[in-house]
T-cell receptor, first 117, second 109 residues
């Protein structure tokens, strides 16, 4: 089946630094990818929709200058957390839909756990 | 009111029990419905789609009630490996996926 790979799986950084997370669709092309944030014991919160070749669409309340999204190719989207602060510590997950499969199946990356010290 | 709501649980049930979860949605224009399963610290994975006529996959049965705007998931003969968080997912017009907060299930030996 379709596979989405996310890297890194864990990252610890100092406050004020920027962190880049990559999301790759390994065996299919994804014109659209989704970025989520998840707090412990909470559900996924959609942050933004990443569109290949165009600007990302951000959900209300998500700072686009804080969370930079680049979807440079049909298989790669990146999320950069700029000037990270401890409150940005969270589990970030990307997903993509393989249009060859069932209409509702989203394939998720393994997630990236960010800890900002 | 949140667009998709679920009882967060936890539901603690013994092995072999039957357990049911409900999920309500507020947007009547919602088109498609799914149940995803998420294990602790892992990514969500599709469990099953929910069809208007109801559908079954082994021990799992999903049903949709459009009039009352809810979907349900029934798990029969619970296994320890069923312990997870079950996420209700609704696709609304424009193909945005909306996730419910999830229901935690613990199957106890």
């Amino acid at each position: 089946g379709a596979v989405v790979s996310q890297h890194p799986s864990r990252v610890i950084c100092k406050s004020g630094t920027s962190v880049k997370i990559e999301c790759r669709s390994l065996d299919f092309q994804a014109t659209t990818m989704f970025w989520y944030r998840q707090f412990p014991k909470k559900s996924l919160m959609l942050m933004a929709t990443s569109n290949e070749g165009s600007k990302a669409t951000y959900e209300q309340g998500v700072e686009k200058d804080k969370f930079l999204i680049n979807h440079a190719s049909l298989t790669l989207s990146t999320l950069t957390v700029t000037s990270a602060h401890p409150e940005d510590s969270s589990f970030y997950i990307c997903s993509a839909r393989d249009r060859r499969g069932p209409a509702g199946e989203l394939f998720f990356g393994e997630g990236s756990r960010l800890t900002v010290l | 009111r949140k667009e998709v709501e679920q009882d967060p649980g936890p539901f603690n049930v013994p092995e072999g029990a039957t357990v049911a979860f409900n999920c309500t949605y507020s947007n009547s224009a919602s088109q498609s419905f799914f149940w995803y399963r998420q294990d602790c610290r892992k990514e969500p994975k599709l469990l099953m789609s929910v069809y208007s006529s109801g559908n079954e996959d082994g021990r799992f049965t999903a049903q949709l009630n459009r009039a009352s705007q809810y979907i349900s998931l029934l798990i029969r003969d619970s296994k320890l490996s069923d312990s997870a968080t079950y996420l209700c997912v609704v696709i609304r017009y424009g193909q945005n996926f909306v996730f419910g907060p999830g229901t935690r299930l613990s199957v106890l030996p």
